[in-house]
C-alpha cells in the first residue's frame, strides 16, 4: 500500500518538481531584459513593471535569502537606471522605484509564507506513511518456495495512504492472504482499514477454516459500518478477495466478496479465477444466504497468483475502454513477481495515458520452481 521515496525536507518541498527547479534563473533573466528595455526604448516607456516581477517571480523559485537578494538588486538597478545616461529618467521614477521596493518586502513574506506551508506537508506527508506502514507492514519478499511482490498507486498524486489493502501472513494453516479495496478514500479510509488488517491478522493465525475466518470477517465489517458516523450499514462495505496457499503442494483456496477476480499466470497463458459462485462484499452479507463458497485452485512451479483491486480493471483510456489484464499479458513471461507487477502498472499507465482514475494495489505470489 505504498510506493518507495526518499526523504524529503523543506526546502524540497518548496522547490517544487524537477521542471520549477529549473527556472531559478528566471529572476536573474528578467532583471537583465529590463535593463535591455530600458536603454532601447523612448523615454516614455519604463521597465519598472519586469524589475518589480523579479522578486515576485522569485518568491516562488528560490530561497528566503534569494529572494531578498532578487528583491535588492532590482530596487538598486532601478534606482541605476533613473540615475545614469545609461536610462530614461522619468518624473515618476521615484514612484516606480517605491513600488518595485514593496513588491520586494512583498515577495519576500510570499517566500516565507510558502516555505511554511511546505514544511507543514512534509510533516503530513511522513505522518501519512507511518500511519501507513503501522497500520499496513509491507509483506515479505519470501516465503518459502513462495516470491511475493506487491505495489501500491494512489489515484492522486504524492498521495501515499488510501482505502486499498492487501495484507499476507504465514499461519499453521497455510499462507493466508488478502487483497481487499475498502470504502472511502485517504486518511477517512484509515479506520477501516485498521479494522480489516487487525481482524485478518488475528483471525488468520487462530481460525483453521478458511470459511470460518471469512465470516468473522464479515462480522467485523459490519461492526466497523455501524460504528462509523453518518454511513449506512450497507454503504461500509469492502470488496476482498481471501486466499490460503499451501506452499509445499500448490493448493489454493480462493474465497471472493465482490471482488476483481485474482489472474494464474503460467507459461505465458493467463486465467481468471472467477468465483464458481458470485458473492457479495463484506459489510452486506445480510444480502445472501448460507456461508461463502470457496474455490480450489493449483498452483504449479513457476506459476503466479495476480491480486489486485479495480484501479487496474477499471482503468480507462481515451475512448473509455476498460484495461483488460487478461488480454494484455497473455503471451508474456516474466522472471519475477517483482518484473510482473513494475511491468502491469507500467501498462495500465500507458493504457490510462497517466491519468489515475482510482487507487491501485496489486500483490503477485510466484510458487518457485525449486
Partial sequence: MWSTRGKTSAADATAGPRGVRNLRWLPALLIVISVIFDVSTPPQYS?????????AVAAAL??????????????????????????????????DIANVAIIAVVAVYLNHVLRSQGRLLVT???????AQRAVL???PTRLGPLRLAARYVAAQAKAQIGGDVYVVQETPYGV??????????????????????GAFRELADTEPVLGEMVERLEDSAVREARRRAGDLPLEGFVTAVVAEIHPDDGRVRIINRGHPAPLLLQDGTVRALEPAEPDVPFGMGALREGRSPADAVKMVPGSTLLFMTDGVTEARDRTGAFYDPVERLTGVRFASPDELVDTLLRDVARH???RRQDDIAVLAVSRSER
Wanted: some cysteine; aromatic content about 0%.
Fill in 137 to 139: 507492514p509491507h509483506p
Fill in 352 to 354: 490510462a495515458e497517466g
Fill in 124 to 130: 503530513v506527508s511522513d505522518v501519512a506513511v507511518a
Fill in 62 to 95: 528560490l530561497s528566503q535569502r534569494g529572494t531578498v537578494l532578487v528583491g535588492c538588486v532590482a530596487v538598486v538597478v532601478d534606482l541605476i537606471l533613473g540615475v545614469t545616461p545609461m536610462g530614461h529618467p522619468q518624473a515618476n521614477h521615484p514612484i
Fill in 47 to 55: 521597465s519598472s513593471p519586469l524589475l518589480a516581477a523579479a522578486p
Fill in 176 to 197: 493466508r492472504l488478502v487483497v481487499a479495496d475498502v470504502r472511502g478514500k485517504g486518511m477517512g479510509a484509515v479506520s477501516a482499514v485498521a479494522v480489516v488488517v
